[in-house]
């Protein structure tokens, strides 16, 4: 079959290499019917990487598929359906899976980063890794199942509400599902930054209410035309920059700052007495809600086929990770068996 194998220092090829195979009593086989490309994947490219990735392994993490064939242990699962893969394998020891912290798993595996992963024709997981999808879905819908599942985790650290004034930062792919995501819990007071007039076109696009462009507007200023008062909550989704330094300008006190882009490179100088003296709540997140997140899939309002951009082959991997770097794509779906029929 094919693949696409990170070699390291930025180097992802599409090889032929064997067909997985059932060994272990409740692993599963699936062909891959659509697969995502993620931030992550454009920083585990770069040259240094922001995130670090295992050479050798098939890349991409947001994948989904139909079971061709299951190990015996492989219970509730049968050949023919189709489902969402969560990529992080637990392993069950550490001490974090044993204090209920799983999802901060010390010593996990993950597909498509640190083991083979979904940019292929067919993929080998654990049954325990798979969640039932409605069989009706749009697969290019269920391949954004993990980064819907990330956004929905984060949420519920800050538990968001319809009176919330809340500043995005970020209008990339996730930027995006975290627009979608908010409106479907009812937030009706969003600016959300972006960089070019593409993306800004993209965040009015899924919804949001303002769009500031960094390159040409202040978001303080923007702010400050437009709402009674600063943020309630504000939202990091990129993960670099000087967005920590400007967000702790921007909060409301007893505000809340999620930090949810990760970049490992980046840091940022801050002033710890102004989290005092207006008790600003900071949380990063990492985890991920997969019956939330396939809950909400469901939801004919969350509209994540908005943002999708670009659709390409796996022999064409690279046009859709060169369009994403150079921001002319958001949403980009790869089809492993070839594009759909329109």
């Known amino acids: 079959m094919k693949a696409a194998i990170f070699e390291g220092e930025g180097v992802l090829r599409v090889k032929d290499v064997p067909m997985p195979e059932v060994r272990r009593p409740d692993d599963v086989v699936i062909k891959v019917e659509a697969a995502s490309i993620c931030g992550s994947d454009i920083h585990g490219l770069a040259v240094p990487p922001g995130q670090y990735m295992k050479p050798g392994i098939i890349y991409g993490h ?10 015996p242990e492989a219970d509730g699962f049968e050949v023919g359906e189709m489902v969402a893969v969560n990529p992080r394998v637990r392993c069950g020891k550490c001490y974090e899976c044993t204090h209920n912290r799983g999802d901060l798993c010390s010593n996990s595996d993950h597909y498509g980063q640190l083991a083979d992963g979904g940019f292929s024709e067919y993929a080998l997981v654990s049954a325990g890794q798979l969640y039932h999808v409605d069989k009706n879905l749009n697969p290019e819908i269920v391949a954004q199942t993990e980064p819907l599942a990330c956004v929905v985790s984060a949420l519920g650290k800050v538990k968001p509400t319809p009176v919330d004034y809340v500043i995005l930062y970020g209008a990339g792919p996730i930027g995006l599902t ?7 819990f009812g937030v009706k007071h969003l600016i959300v930054t972006a960089k070019g007039e593409d993306r800004v076109q993209e965040a009015k696009n899924c919804g949001a209410d303002i769009v500031v462009d960094v390159m040409k507007e202040n978001i303080e200023d923007v702010m400050k035309q437009n709402w009674p008062f600063k943020a309630d909550l504000i939202i990091d989704a990129v993960g670099r920059g000087n967005i920590l330094p400007e967000a702790q300008k921007l909060i409301n006190p007893q505000g809340r700052i ?3 882009g990760l970049d490992n490179n980046a840091r940022s100088e801050i002033a710890p007495g102004a989290f005092v003296l207006n008790e600003i709540s900071m949380v990063g997140a990492l985890g991920k809600d997969f019956p939330g997140a396939i809950e909400l899939l469901g939801n004919p309002e969350l509209g994540l086929d908005r943002f999708i951009t670009h659709r390409v082959t796996l022999d064409d991997i690279h046009k859709g990770i060169d369009a994403m770097r150079s921001k002319k794509a958001c949403r980009v779906i790869v089809y492993p068996h070839g594009l759909p029929h329109s």
Not at 62 to 71: L, R, W, Y
Not at 178 to 184: A, C, E, N, P, Q
Request: with cysteine.
């Open 62 to 71: 947001e994948f989904c598929g139909t079971i061709v064939e299951k190990g």
């Open 178 to 184: 975290f627009i979608r995501t908010l409106k479907v």
């Open 258 to 260: 999620l930090l949810f």
